[in-house]
Nanobody, 115 residues
């Protein structure tokens, strides 16, 4: 079955960097669009970055454009989110996502940006 597992979250100071990883299995990874979402408690889950399958097209939310980079390793079925110039507003739970027959989510990884 489809499995997504995020890792790499933690506490980081403002201005710092962090890289999130998402390990996947159970689907044809190289052709799948992979996305990162984030959610603040009490709010909805927001799409922040996507990378296409074959063409690897990229999309970023305005809030992270120029600071975050999504990339993928098709050989390892992994997707990454490199985050730089982090601010307290980036504090959230970050989720990896793909859609095959339905939406699939990982359990999430917490990122806290605080002095």
């Amino acid at each position: 079955q489809v499995q997504l597992v995020e890792s790499g979250g933690g506490l980081v100071q403002p201005g710092g960097s962090l890289t999130l990883s998402c390990a996947t299995s159970g689907f044809h990874f190289s052709s799948a669009t992979m996305s990162w979402y984030r959610q603040i408690p009490g709010q909805g889950r927001d799409l922040i970055a996507s990378i296409g399958g074959i063409a690897s097209s990229l999309w970023y939310a305005d809030s992270v454009k120029g600071r975050f980079t999504i990339n993928r390793d098709n050989g390892r079925s992994m997707v990454y989110l490199q985050m730089a110039s982090l601010t307290p507003e980036d504090t959230a739970t970050y989720y990896c996502n793909t859609w095959t027959d339905k939406n699939y989510w990982g359990p999430g990884t917490q990122v806290t940006v605080s002095p």
